[in-house]
Every structure is written in structure tokens, then in C-alpha cells.
């Protein structure tokens, strides 16, 4: 282990270690408490609080993205009647499923793991977890190691800079770092980008800011939807709460399926689809065509998804605007644009995205070599390549996170399971070199394009082939055979010890 303040304690083994207490790591430990009643478990959280993203981002406004009958739990129906649902209300929801199976006892805050080291004879994970306030280092050993830390670096946010920023009088903020007490009532706010946080920010601040201008380097395609889902609510009058709550996750994930493979297949039939929603919203033709008609196809990049028309019912009363153009320099008093106009500003938000960083940053060696993320292989998107005993919580970039995690989850305890039957203690893929190796994500987002080198290859055919479809995954996941001469399962347990538990 690398040198520093060191201390083992006795009671630093677990079978399973989680990284990560956030909507990922608190439903997975929900799970596995039921899957394994008997086992040891520990959730290691860099933060000083659990809810991941929906404890981080305090901007107005932060919400989902994706309905909450498909980002919330496979075992934990959404009751609440907006399927659209803010941040603290999402917050609620994970700390109650934590409360449920004693999840909040097992975590232990201001933790980073920051390495990991498998040795293969003793078949173990020996970690270094950091306290950042104090330095010391714990070294805390287990059998299974999860990841469920998400994409996202939580200290370091994507922050181009800007000529002339220095210049401006005014704060400049970032939403991944929003300043509590942040008054902008009567200011002229200028929200930088044109993603899923912008399109939340600009409606949200518009109740007190005399006005928000969105500046867009380029349109994306924004889609309103209802807040509440009208089937949702009338089916939990009439059925059990879980009926009703597996019919409308199932319908959700069917229309996205739909809408996603329809913008593959038939590109120009999504876009018509989508103009006429806008030409709903009374935005204008001139609008329209300047602000909301991209220059590539749907779903190459996410859909901005904009509950209740909020952003265009904005745009509309005045109070908002949306300007596309290229910056060409922050000025004393605002941002002056290549077109020559000048954007008047008391607060410019930089909502310009967030920095990808491969599984928390945690560095990983097995039987002494370091892991090279970028040289290996991602097996059904799950694993790596060469690496036991390690499983991966992703979520979909077409879809909501929690679908593909609670898969991912169910397919982590068919294999535990598996091995502990046939008295083994190790599974990992087995690198296929004639594989043709891909990209990790196929994905044009500039949050993505930028950290793509950073993250494995997956392959050009099954099961190194990353899906982005929910139905197929859940077959692949919870069906299909785990012995598919790709996964190895090895490593005896001990003569001793299969004796003593006879």
C-alpha cells in the first residue's frame, strides 16, 4: 500500500465494500441485505452526507430529468404525484429507502477510496480509504468490490475559461458549486449553456431575476412533458402499489425504447415530432428555427426534457430569452458575443457541464499491476476486463440511471451466489484480443467526448458490447447463463475452511 498515516482496525473487513451513497450505492445495499442476510457490507462516501448528485446540486430548480417510475427503484414504487420530481424530494426518497433496510448504519462518511489492490491467493480486495480532513489512511480489506460512484467528479466541474473574465464586476457560479446565500432578486442573469442544468436554471430564477437570457453556442433538442403522469395517479386508486408501479415503469421504458430506436432507424420522423411540440409552445417560426432546431439528430445527445412548457411559458412572458452565439469576450458589465452584441449581466452562471472521472478515481491493482482503464475491456458494460471480484453501477445515457443499476445489482448476486455454490472465490471476464474494440460510450456530448480515453473500450460484439436497451439488458442480465466462455470462475476456497463450514 502507498506510504502515509496507516491504520488498520480489527474490524475492517466486509464482504462486500461499496464506494459511493448515493441513489446507486443506497439501493444496491438496500438489495444485498435481503440477497445476503448474513453478510458483512460497508458503503464508503467521499461526502459528509448520502444522496450522491441529489444532496450535491443545490441550484433552484434542480430536478430529474428522467420520470421517477423509472429512475426510482425497481423495489420501491414513487408514490409522490409529479413523476417530474424536484431535487429534496428525490433526496427524501433515497433516505427513506436507506432507513427501511438500516442502510444509514453501514455508511461511513468522509471516505474516499482512492486505491485497491486484489491478490488473487487470498482472494481479497485491500483498500486505502482516505479521510480528507484528516489525512490518515484506513486499510479496510473484502471479497466484493462495487462501484457506485457514477460518472461524475463531484470536487472538479467542466469550467472553460473565458477571455476578459476577469473584467467582469459581477459573481460568476458554477451550479455544481451554487452559493446558499446567492441573492439575485432584480438581476440580469446570464445562464452559458444550453444543456439539461440550463434549461432547469433559466424557468427556476426567472420567479425573482428581473431577467435570464440562456446563451447557447448551439441549439439542443428540448421536449416538454406533464410533470405528473395522469396514468400513474388514477392506476394507484384502483391497484396495489407495486401493480401500478410496474405498469407505468413498464410503459415509460417502452416509449423511450420507442423513441430512441425510432431516432436511429428514422431520424426525420423524430425531428417532425419534435418541431411540432415546439410549434405548440407559440414560440414563433423565427425562434424555433434559431434556437431549437440542432444541427445533429436526436439522441445523439440527451433530450432536454422541460416539465409543464416551464422554460417556453418563460420565454414567452418575457422574463427569459435565449440567444445563440459565440463568445468573444466577458466585458465589465456582461458578455460582449462574435456578432458584436452585448449581453448585459449583474450574474453569469456557468452551466457549461460536469467532468467525467472513471469510477470515482479510485486506482486499481491486481497481483501487483496497476490497471490501465483505457487498455482494457468493459464486459456487458458492468466489469473489466482481467479485474475479479469488481462490478460497475452505470446507468443509460437513453434512460434513467436506476434501470440499468438494478440490473446490474441482480446480475452481481447471481454471480456471488454462483461462485459460493461451487465453493470458488473469484469471477472476472477473460479478455478476448480478436474482439474489435469501441468506444466506451457512443455518445456525441461534449461531457463525454472529453473523458472518452479515460474510460475502457467495449467491443464490437456481445458481451463486451455496451447496450443501451433496457428490454435486452434485462434478459442478458437476469436470464441468460453466467458460463458463457467469457467469465471465469476460480480460486478454491481454502481445504480448512470448506471443512470447518461443513
Known sequence: ?????????????????????????????????????????????????????WSLFKYPGVRSDSDMHTLGYRFKPWTAAKAIADGPAIL???????????????????????????????????????????DQVEEVTCRYLFSCAGYYDYDNPYRPDFPGEESFKGPIIHPQHWPED??????????????????????????????????????????SRPSEDALANRLRKHLPPMWAYGIVRWKNVLLVLLSFQLSRRRPHWIKAALRKGLEKEELGKDVID????????????????????????????????????????????????????????DIIVTATGLSLIPFGGMT???????????????????????????????????????????????????????????????????????????????????????????????????????SMNYAIDAFMLRFTKLDDGVMEFSNPEPVKKRSAAA
Open 1 to 53: 500500500m502507498p506510504h502515509g498515516i496507516i491504520a488498520v482496525v480489527a474490524d475492517n473487513h466486509f464482504d462486500l465494500v461499496i464506494v459511493g451513497a448515493g441513489l446507486s450505492g443506497v439501493g444496491v445495499a438496500h438489495q444485498f441485505t435481503k440477497a445476503f442476510p448474513r453478510k458483512s457490507y460497508a458503503i464508503f462516501e467521499q461526502r459528509d452526507e448520502m444522496g450522491g448528485t
Open 92 to 134: 427524501d426518497y433515497v433516505r427513506e429507502t436507506a432507513r427501511e433496510a438500516d442502510v444509514d448504519r453501514h455508511i461511513r462518511y468522509g471516505r474516499k477510496v482512492e486505491r485497491g489492490e486484489w491478490d488473487s491467493d487470498a482472494a481479497l480486495w485491500t483498500l486505502e480509504v482516505r479521510d480528507p480532513k484528516t
Open 182 to 223: 446567492l441573492d439575485y432578486a432584480g438581476k440580469r442573469v446570464v445562464v452559458i449553456g444550453s444543456g439539461a442544468t440550463a434549461v432547469t436554471l433559466v424557468p427556476a430564477m426567472t420567479d425573482r431575476a428581473a431577467h435570464v437570457t440562456m446563451l447557447q453556442r448551439s441549439p439542443t433538442y428540448v421536449v
Open 290 to 345: 434559431a434556437h431549437f432546431t440542432p444541427s445533429y439528430n436526436p439522441w445523439d445527445q440527451r433530450l432536454c426534457l422541460v416539465p409543464d412548457s416551464d422554460l417556453f411559458a418563460a420565454i414567452r412572458s418575457g422574463k427569459a430569452s435565449v440567444v445563440t452565439d459565440h463568445i468573444e469576450r466577458f466585458t465589465e458589465k456582461g458578455i460582449l458575443l462574435k456578432s458584436g452584441e452585448e449581453l448585459p449581466a
Open 364 to 466: 486499481l491493482v491486481v497481483d501487483g499491476e496497476k490497471v490501465e482503464y483505457s487498455e482494457r475491456m468493459a464486459y456487458k458494460g458492468i466489469m473489466i476486463s482481467d479485474v475479479p471480484n469488481l462490478l460497475l453501477f452505470f446507468g443509460y445515457t437513453n434512460a434513467s440511471w436506476t434501470l440499468k443499476v438494478d440490473l446490474t445489482y441482480a446480475y452481481a448476486f447471481r454471480l456471488i451466489k454462483h461462485i459460493e455454490r461451487l465453493g470458488l472465490r473469484q469471477f472476472m471476464p477473460r479478455y478476448d484480443p480478436a474482439v474489435e474494440e469501441q468506444p466506451f460510450l457512443d455518445f456525441s456530448s461534449g461531457y463525454v467526448l472529453r473523458a472518452l480515453d479515460k474510460y475502457p473500450k467495449q467491443g464490437a460484439t456481445q458481451p463486451w458490447r455496451l
